[in-house]
């Protein structure tokens, strides 16, 4: 047989005078397993409110690489063997350019500060679209002191223009 727990007691006044007002019950007592629930049930809504947030913040930030993507505003660090140059048409001589050296001590002493422009090619790699004197100043350096640095080029990349230009 089970023992009733009384939850509270009830004092009756003693006058017989019902007017009076109750006083204030106190709150129950909850056990540590309740407890221990109720608190595993709100930090696990909260650790799901903030992985909504960080999704959000991330589809958000997705949206927008892509739009900056399609309009050619990306700038990464391209590998120099990753580029090829059969796009630019141009008379250019087989003699080396005069202001290359120009272009390499200018390099050396504050960088590039115009990145060259490609566009992605299917299967892998790009395609120069604009910075031909910037590319072979960084191939020279490249080859001329196999220096790592000189290995990729800041390079904006530009939405492959189709077969039409």
């Known amino acids: 047989m089970t023992k009733k727990r009384r939850l509270f007691d009830i004092d009756l006044p ?6 009076e007002t109750p006083a204030p019950l106190e709150p129950q007592r909850r056990g540590p397993m309740a407890t221990a629930i109720t608190e595993t049930g709100e930090a696990t809504r909260q650790r799901a409110e903030v ?13 927008e690489f892509v739009r900056l993507k399609k309009l050619g505003l990306i700038t ?7 580029i090829r140059v059969t796009k630019l048409v141009r008379d250019r001589s087989r003699r080396q350019d005069p202001e ?6 200018s390099l050396r002493a504050i960088g590039l500060s115009n990145p060259i422009r490609v566009e992605p090619v299917q299967g892998g790699g790009y ?3 604009e910075g031909w004197r910037r590319l072979t100043a960084y191939r020279t350096l490249s080859q001329e002191t196999g220096d790592s640095r000189w290995s990729r080029i800041p390079a904006s990349l530009v939405p492959p223009r189709g077969n039409g230009g």
């Open 14 to 19: 003693e006058g017989g005078s019902s007017a």
């Open 100 to 105: 290359i050296g120009d272009l390499m001590a």
């Open 127 to 129: 395609e120069l679209v």
């Open 51 to 63: 992985e909504a947030a960080i999704r959000s913040e991330n589809d958000a930030l997705a949206h």
């Open 76 to 82: 990464d660090m391209i590998p120099l063997d990753d």
